[in-house]
Nanobody, 113 residues
Framework: VQLQASGGGLVQPGGSLRLSCAASGSIFSPNLMGWYRQAPGKSRELVAVISSSGVLNYAEFAKGRFTVSRDNAKNTVYLQMNSLKPEDTAVYYC????????WGQGTQVTVSS
């Protein structure tokens, strides 16, 4: 399984970004796709995940600001991030669990004025 993430970058506080991650290879259903993040000096943490049947799970900090979605036909997961804060600055990792966990290469999100 390979995961290719895109969409990170530099944004001002209050701005928005949309991350995308396309999965390829042997992908079985049911599965779980989503996003984790890791800030400098901190552990990797859950942002949001969505199952192949549409069940959602968000971290508390993501609720109301971030939206995870997926296109099962394209094996792609998205993360729409609104009202971004400096503390959202981190490397965001795409995640797919289909039997075992798989990780993308990470995409940097920097929120700064």
């Amino acid at each position: 399984v390979q995961l290719q993430a895109s969409g990170g970058g530099l944004v001002q506080p209050g701005g928005s970004l949309r991350l995308s991650c396309a999965a390829s290879g042997s992908i079985f259903s049911p599965n779980l796709m989503g996003w984790y993040r890791q800030a400098p000096g901190k552990s990797r943490e859950l942002v949001a995940v969505i199952s192949s049947s549409g069940v959602l799970n968000y971290a508390e900090f993501a609720k109301g600001r971030f939206t995870v979605s997926r296109d099962n036909a394209k094996n792609t997961v998205y993360l729409q991030m609104n009202s971004l804060k400096p503390e959202d600055t981190a490397v965001y990792y795409c995640y797919l669990r289909t039997g075992q966990p798989n990780w993308g290469q990470g995409t940097q999100v920097t929120v700064s004025s």
